[in-house]
């Protein structure tokens, strides 16, 4: 497992500084930090190893840049002081930080992330009810998985039970309860979930 960090809470920290009032190290820094995700957005969607190329040779150079830039700056301010701190946040996670600049997959922040979590911390009392804790761990598994699904567009490939002591009786409904066999590409807007996708099979 690879532990890469968000750059967005790393900023939020200089935001929160800038928005309070005059703060020249928190507006640089938000600016050195902008230009970074200007980067990121001119290559998005291209491949890892295109990404990985470019943030080697554009990338990179800004973020030690950033780096050297703020070990300086904070050697002017206070140990106590709110800058300070924002500043030593981001060394104490350096190493989570620049791992995207080696792996062209890795996103600077968590927010696609976070994003694929709302609806499930939207459902968190219903979640409640499980029943078993097994139950509640087999839920968190599919909900992640159909998560994953609406994010990369593919339709995992699940295994339903093929067989069962009244499968003799039941011909028809087993054929559609493996409607999501194998792995298959679906465009996004049929990737919400694999009960739309079994739902769509079944009809």
């Not at 970074?36 to 990338?59: G, N």
């Not at 050297?68 to 800058?83: C, F, G, H, P, Q």
């Not at 696609?112 to 709302?118: D, G, L, P, Q």
Request: proline share 4%; glycine share 6%.
């Amino acid at each position: 497992m690879t532990l890469a960090y968000c750059w967005l809470h790393w900023r939020r920290y200089f935001f929160e500084i800038d928005k309070g009032g005059p703060a020249p190290i928190a507006h640089e820094a938000l600016e050195r930090i902008a230009a970074l995700y200007a980067i990121e957005s001119r290559i998005r969607r291209r491949s890892a190893e295109e990404r990985r190329a470019v943030r080697q040779a554009e990338t990179k150079p800004l973020v030690e840049a950033l780096r050297a830039w703020l070990e300086n700056r904070i050697m002017a301010v206070s140990d106590k002081s709110t800058i300070a701190a924002a500043i030593r946040y981001g060394f104490n996670q350096w190493d989570g930080l620049v791992r995207f600049l080696d792996d062209g997959r890795i996103e600077m922040d968590t927010n696609s992330v976070e994003r694929a979590m709302r609806p499930i911390a939207l459902n968190r009392k219903n979640s409640l009810f499980a029943g078993h804790d097994e139950g509640a761990v087999n839920w968190a598994c599919l909900a992640s998985l159909i998560e994953t699904a609406n994010f990369t567009a593919v339709i995992p490939g699940l295994i339903w039970p093929t067989s069962s002591p009244s499968s003799s009786m039941a011909g028809p409904r087993r054929n559609s309860m493996n409607c999501c066999r194998g792995l298959g590409r679906a465009e996004p807007s049929s990737a919400r979930g694999l009960t739309t996708a079994c739902h769509i099979a079944q009809s």
